[in-house]
């Protein structure tokens, strides 16, 4: 903990509110979002309170795993705009104080990115070492036992040129061989690009993929594999993933990052917290944020996340500021691995817990995954393992804007179907209802911009049991907040070892506890948290 800092980065003190483009909204009919609805709805943004809007990719793509495999990195894809189109969010985005961050896709390509094309037209073409290639093995077979992340092996046979190719996702995003000079300067300049166009940081997707085991060995077998987990779960990805020469590249992406004003890079890595905090790089000089989901994965478990909050903070190095996440659009909504009430208490937590926090497009609305019909996946991940439930659409659904038709979304066929509630549950009709889940965030998002203990004090964890989270957030010369959670449906208890404590609730997921003054015993139904400024 950093109580000599002073001047704190945007992305320190700020919000980030993470769009899924596809489903946010549609200005053309077409039944899918794009650049120009993002436009029409920054004012709404403004509003929320948030400080930075990321971005998942917009970049012309064939779509085999939606804008993941990159055709051309220095192009808009038709369907979300133009550049001209993006040039004019920079600048409204900016106009409004508010922040762009772009999703960077540097592990693979498509299959149709020309540099691919030109690897694989032959084995002498001069790129055909950016990406990773092998001859079979004696037998014939693969030249490892590497699994793919979307299912079945991570190997595909090229007949023309008599090799296989790595794909740690599907066979239409070849990865790139990062151990290539070339291929690093390359993307190195694409980094460069958008640098230059305003862009004022990326989120780098699977950053601890990039560089692989140089002997290619065997991952070895993993001894708690289920039947229900995905097949890429088999095996424990030991070498074809995190090694060591990973920190160089975040090193040099980091460089060129500082070589402009106050840019961010954020590395997505599903690590435990010991390997995790490794990206923060020698002398703090890796990613900003390396994404912690630890609030994603664990069990909703009050003695689990306690600990897990504590080990975190433990774990960070001295200059590593920390960061949260409760969804994305590869997990299960919030709303739909807690339940609605609990959501709040989660929205809580996420906003009052030391360090940057990420929100989920449609979090703010208390969205639930949708159900999609099996004849209506659209997700490779879901497609390639039908029989595991694993697909990634239902969290990806529109936006609920209204009770109009289609949610406000588009006026032509969505791309996803909507929740079926969407005419009770959308922002126009949460606006003006005080109670609310988008009123709960607006106030909750107001008061923690508004006081510096909440943005950027300490985190002093003070009690936790079967249901409870309770801790202090203070910072020297402002007022202290002490945060009560109840992350159970049951009633629970809390004493505190201070007699003399007593203080004002400014928050609570039940408003009717809001002003009321609390002392050092206080009762907390189930579902409930507080928010409490304490009296010196």
């Given at each position: 903990m950093n109580q000599e800092q002073t001047n704190y980065e945007w992305w320190q003190e700020g919000i980030i509110y993470q769009i899924y483009p596809r489903s946010y909204q549609d200005s053309n009919g077409d039944g899918i979002g794009d650049l120009q609805g993002i436009l029409k709805r920054l004012d709404y943004l403004k509003e929320l309170g948030i400080t930075a809007v990321w971005l998942s990719p917009i970049f012309p793509s064939p779509m085999a795993d939606f804008g993941y495999d990159i055709s051309d990195y220095q192009g808009i894809h038709p369907l979300f705009g133009t550049l001209s189109d993006f040039d004019e969010l920079v600048n409204a985005v900016h106009n409004r104080g508010l922040k762009l961050i772009l999703d960077l896709v540097p592990n693979h390509t498509s299959d149709q990115h020309p540099w691919f094309l030109e690897s694989?037209?032959?084995?002498?073409?001069?790129?055909?070492?950016?990406?990773?290639?092998?001859?079979?093995?004696?037998?014939?077979?693969?030249?490892?036992?590497?699994?793919?992340v979307f299912g079945g092996p991570a190997w595909e046979w090229d007949e023309a040129t008599g090799q296989y190719y790595y794909h740690a996702f599907l066979k239409e995003q070849p990865d790139l061989n990062w151990r290539n000079p070339e291929v690093q300067e390359a993307m190195l300049n694409v980094m460069r690009f958008w640098l230059e166009k305003g862009v004022d940081g990326f989120r780098v997707d699977v950053m601890w993929h990039m560089i692989k085991d140089k002997n290619l060995r065997d991952n070895p077998p993993n001894p708690n594999y289920q039947p229900y987990m995905a097949t890429y779960d088999q095996l424990l990805p030991v070498y074809s993933t995190d090694q060591s020469e990973v920190h160089e590249l975040v090193l040099q992406m980091r460089q060129v990052l500082d070589g402009y004003d106050s840019r961010l890079l954020i590395g997505e890595i599903y690590l435990p917290i010991n390997q995790l905090v490794a990206y923060y790089g020698i002398d703090g000089k890796g990613a900003h944020l390396p994404f912690n989901f630890q609030l994603l994965l664990l069990p909703w478990d009050a003695r689990q996340?306690?600990?897990?909050?504590?080990?975190?903070?433990?774990?960070?190095?001295?200059?590593?500021?920390?960061?949260?996440?409760?969804?994305?659009?590869?997990?299960?909504?919030?709303?739909?691995?807690?339940?609605?009430?609990?959501?709040?208490?989660?929205?809580?937590?996420?906003?009052?817990?030391?360090?940057?926090?990420?929100?989920?497009?449609?979090?703010?609305?208390?969205?639930?995954?949708?159900?999609?019909?099996?004849?209506?996946?659209?997700?490779?991940?879901?497609?390639?393992?039908?029989?595991?439930?694993l697909s990634r659409d239902p969290a990806r659904t529109p936006m609920q804007w209204s009770r109009g038709l289609n949610a406000g979304f588009t006026e032509g066929k969505p791309w996803l179907r909507l929740a079926r509630d969407f005419s009770?549950?959308?922002?126009?009709?949460?606006?003006?209802?005080?109670?609310?889940?988008?009123?709960?965030?607006?106030?909750?998002?107001?008061?923690?911009?508004?006081?510096?203990?909440?943005?950027?004090?300490?985190?002093?964890?003070?009690?936790?049991?079967?249901?409870?989270?309770?801790?202090?957030?203070?910072?020297?010369?402002?007022?202290?907040?002490?945060?009560?959670?109840?992350?159970?449906?049951?009633?629970?208890?809390?004493?505190?070892?201070?007699?003399?404590?007593?203080?004002?609730?400014?928050?609570?997921?039940?408003?009717?506890?809001?002003?009321?003054?609390?002392?050092?015993?206080?009762?907390?139904?189930?579902?409930?948290?507080?928010?409490v400024q304490l009296s010196e």
């Open positions: 694989r037209s032959s084995r002498d073409n001069p790129k055909r070492d950016w990406y990773i290639w092998h001859d079979s093995l004696p037998d014939g077979g693969v030249p490892n036992n590497w699994l793919s996340i306690a600990a897990a909050i504590d080990q975190y903070e433990g774990a960070l190095p001295e200059s590593g500021w920390p960061n949260w996440v409760l969804g994305n659009h590869d997990q299960a909504r919030i709303s739909s691995r807690v339940g609605k009430e609990q959501a709040r208490v989660a929205a809580l937590l996420l906003l009052t817990l030391r360090g940057t926090p990420t929100i989920y497009y449609g979090e703010e609305i208390g969205m639930r995954d949708v159900p999609i019909p099996f004849d209506e996946i659209q997700d490779p991940q879901g497609l390639n393992m039908p029989d595991k439930n009770r549950e959308n922002v126009e009709r949460q606006q003006d209802d005080p109670y609310s889940v988008l009123s709960f965030y607006k106030r909750l998002i107001k008061l923690r911009q508004q006081e510096p203990a909440l943005m950027v004090g300490d985190y002093i964890p003070v009690y936790s049991d079967a249901q409870l989270i309770v801790y202090i957030r203070q910072l020297e010369g402002h007022p202290r907040f002490l945060i009560l959670l109840n992350l159970s449906h049951r009633p629970g208890y809390f004493k505190a070892k201070d007699s003399s404590m007593h203080g004002v609730v400014k928050i609570a997921t039940v408003p009717e506890w809001e002003g009321n003054e609390v002392n050092d015993t206080i009762s907390l139904g189930g579902d409930e948290g507080i928010i």
